[in-house]
């Protein structure tokens, strides 16, 4: 899971940088975990809105919400 695991890395940087000498930091360049978290919003989002849609062109075709 790569959302996971970034998370995770981060959080051992996060601790590991304590240790670092004195003006030396960490810098992540490229990071890919927000897109993907981003990706699995949208995709329930839209799987949401298609199950809405399926039932409101069911009901309105079949008039009855039993057939639904």
Do not use: C, H
Request: overall charge positive; proline content about 3%.
């Amino acid at each position: 899971n790569a959302v996971a695991t970034a998370k995770r890395i981060r959080a051992t940087l996060d601790e590991l940088s304590r240790y670092f000498p004195e003006g030396v930091s960490y810098n992540i360049p490229y990071d890919t975990s927000a897109f993907v978290e981003i990706s699995i919003r949208k995709v329930v989002s839209t799987l949401l809105e298609a199950m809405l849609l399926v039932f409101a062109v069911m009901y309105l075709f079949m008039q009855n919400f039993r057939a639904t």
